[in-house]
């Protein structure tokens, strides 16, 4: 059975530093691109960050590039997300999710490419 555990959100104030943690269990880690997501209130799911197998490629939305930081840990099967100076509208709920049909170096930006998610970890910004 596979699992996707978030954590690391919070109520943050702006400007801070915050860093997200997905633990996966239940698939071979290092087959599979990561992705993460996330979702505002009243707001589609969107695409954030992608990394692939090896961490060699990653990928952002335009609006993240520059504050956001995708990495992953294959011995620990963990993915990571860095965002640097929070703002309020990165209030959100994060999700991680895994791309079981991903090639090596590949990235999928569309919440159909990706198979498991997790349960979310919400992320409040006060300006």
């Known amino acids: 059975q596979v699992q996707l555990v978030e954590s690391g959100g919070g109520l943050v104030q702006a400007g801070d530093s915050l860093r997200l943690s997905c633990v996966a269990s239940?698939?071979?880690?290092?087959?599979?691109?990561m992705g993460w997501f996330r979702q505002a209130p009243g707001k589609e799911r969107e695409f954030v960050a992608g990394?692939?197998?090896?961490?060699?490629?990653?990928r952002y939305t335009d609006s993240v590039k520059g504050r956001f930081t995708i990495s992953r840990d294959n011995a620990k099967n963990t993915v990571y997300l860095e965002i640097d100076t929070v703002k309020p509208e990165d209030t959100a709920v994060y999700y991680c999710?895994?791309?079981?049909?991903?090639?090596?170096?590949?990235?999928?930006?569309?919440?159909?490419?990706?198979?498991?998610w997790g349960q979310g970890t919400q992320v409040t910004v006060s300006s």
């Open positions: 239940g698939l071979t880690f290092t087959r599979y691109a």
């Open positions: 999710a895994a791309d079981r049909r991903s090639l090596p170096g590949g990235i999928t930006t569309t919440t159909t490419s990706y198979d498991y």
């Open positions: 990394i692939s197998w090896s961490g060699g490629n990653t």
